[in-house]
T-cell receptor
């Protein structure tokens, strides 16, 4: 059974940093791309970033490019999102998702972790 | 940047057919996925590669994609189908989601 478990959420001040992690199990981690998708309170889904199975290719939404860094540790089956220069508009539930290329569909999602950026 | 447009809401009576549209430039040239999200829950993949259903998704869910519009159809809509529905595509090395459509089953 595929499981994705996010951690690292919480309250952070504007301009601060936070690192999210997603522990994966139940599938061959290196065979699949992974993504982070967020959802602001009461709003729709917004893709944040994706990484190829090898970790060699990374992709970012324009809204986070230069501030967020996605990475993966295939030995530990863990996905990370380093978030710097956080803004109030980054406040959202962040989901980790297993992604299938080439269409980048997200066939499994974690339960999400809430990030609140506020003074 | 690429945009996908969805109507904000759809309402149907139980047993009727619910249709959700997703519009984008030359969308028919791309693969479209659809997700269902119920309140307080994570999204669930409902349709992928325009027409395919993952295991566990009822047969009443179907999809199509042609020209500039992709469509998700729920035949014989049930109360349990009440949720938000999002379309998604891949364009220029980014994932794009539509704004979502809220389904109300009256």
């Amino acid at each position: 059974e595929v499981e994705l478990l996010e951690s690292g959420g919480g309250l952070v001040q504007p301009g601060g940093s936070l690192r999210l992690s997603c522990a994966a199990s139940g599938f061959i981690f290196t065979n699949y791309a992974m993504s982070w998708v967020r959802q602001a309170p009461g709003k729709g889904l917004e893709w944040v970033s994706g990484v190829s199975g090898s970790g060699g290719n990374t992709y970012y939404a324009g809204s986070v490019k230069g501030r967020f860094t996605i990475s993966r540790d295939n030995a530990k089956k863990t996905l990370h999102l380093q978030m710097n220069s956080l803004r109030a508009e980054d406040t959202a539930v962040y989901y980790c998702a297993k992604s299938v290329t080439p269409d980048w569909r997200h066939d499994y999602w974690g339960q999400g972790t809430l990030i609140t950026v506020s003074a | 940047s690429y945009e996908l447009t969805q109507p904000p809401s759809v309402s149907v009576s139980p047993g009727q057919t619910a249709s959700f549209t997703c519009s984008g430039d030359k969308l028919g040239d791309k693969y479209v996925s659809w997700y269902q999200q119920k309140p307080g829950q994570s999204p669930v993949l409902a349709i992928y590669q325009d027409t395919k259903r993952p295991s566990g998704i009822p047969e009443r869910f179907s999809g199509s994609n042609s020209g500039n519009t992709a469509t998700l159809t729920i035949s014989g809509t049930q109360a349990m189908d009440e949720a938000d529905y999002y379309c998604q595509a891949w364009d220029s090395s980014t994932v794009v989601f539509g704004g979502g459509t809220k389904l109300t089953v009256l």
